[in-house]
């Protein structure tokens, strides 16, 4: 079945790096939006990235710019988040989702939080 599964996660001290793993099988990225989101405790999840199939394109929360990298491995199927320089306020469960389709509908949907599929979440503490 279609799958996505979110690894790296952990605990780290302010000012840290993790890079979040994200594997998908069953289907191919390539062929779909991706991105990551989070929940941070006693918060309503938001978007912290978009990569978009197609091009390329990246989208990153205010909160993460900068900090955070989102990339695709094609060959491996894998989604990945490069964070660095970690706040405290970046705890939360991550996951990655992805959305069927690689066009500009896509995007926005990715954008929106409006995906197919979802991980089952990796959670990160950032504390010292």
């Known amino acids: 079945q279609l799958q996505l599964v979110e690894s790296g996660g952990g605990l780290v001290q302010p000012g840290g790096s993790l890079r979040l793993s994200c594997a998908a099988s069953?289907?191919?990225?390539?062929?779909?939006?991706i991105g990551w989101f989070r929940q941070a405790p006693g918060k309503e999840r938001e978007g912290v990235s978009c990569?978009?199939?197609?091009?390329?394109?990246?989208n990153y929360a205010d909160s993460v710019k900068g900090r955070f990298t989102i990339s695709k491995d094609n060959a491996k199927n894998t989604v990945y988040l490069q964070m660095n320089s970690l706040k405290p306020e970046d705890t939360a469960v991550y996951y990655c989702?992805?959305?069927?389709?690689?066009?500009?509908?896509?995007?926005?949907?990715?954008?929106?939080?409006?995906?197919?599929?979802w991980g089952k979440g990796t959670l990160v503490t950032v504390s010292s």
């Open positions: 989702a992805a959305r069927t389709g690689r066009s500009l509908s896509s995007w926005y949907n990715c954008l929106n939080g409006a995906m197919n599929y």
């Open positions: 990569f978009s199939s197609s091009d390329g394109s990246t």
């Open positions: 069953g289907f191919t990225l390539d062929y779909y939006t």
